[in-house]
């Protein structure tokens, strides 16, 4: 499977973007896929995550609250809402795909795609 992630822009502070993740091929049903972040001279770091069915979600503290994961498998899309962005949401996203639901380590996510740089100005 390989992934694209779109919807980067520049947004104000207290503004709002939704993310988009295509992938070419439909992942498989034990599948979950989810959001890492990596600002400038920082380690990439998890968003959120969702699991195959969309029923399981789940999310960094940082963003609870302010961000909402989904997919819809019959476009094999996935899409981070974010609300009530902040200066240090800016960063390029990536999403990703893993086999181990309930993990945020880098290292359980593979098929990463290209980023989506997301700007918020204060």
């Known amino acids: 499977v390989q992934l694209q992630a779109f919807g980067g822009g520049l947004v104000q502070a207290g503004g709002s973007l939704r993310l988009s993740c295509v992938a070419s091929?439909?992942?498989?049903?034990?599948?979950?896929m989810g959001w890492f972040r990596q600002a400038p001279g920082k380690e990439r770091e998890f968003v959120a995550a969702v699991s195959w069915s969309g029923s399981g979600t789940y999310y960094a503290d940082s963003v609870k609250g302010r961000f909402t994961i989904s997919r819809d498998n019959a476009k094999n899309t996935m899409y981070l809402q974010m609300n009530s962005l902040k200066p240090e949401d800016t960063a390029v996203y990536y999403c990703?795909?893993?086999?181990?639901?309930?993990?945020?380590?880098?290292?359980?996510?593979?098929?990463w795609g290209q980023g989506t740089q997301v700007t918020v100005s204060s």
């Open positions: 091929g439909r992942p498989s049903n034990d599948v979950s």
């Open positions: 990703s795909t893993t086999m181990k639901y309930g993990s945020r380590s880098f290292g359980d996510f593979g098929s």
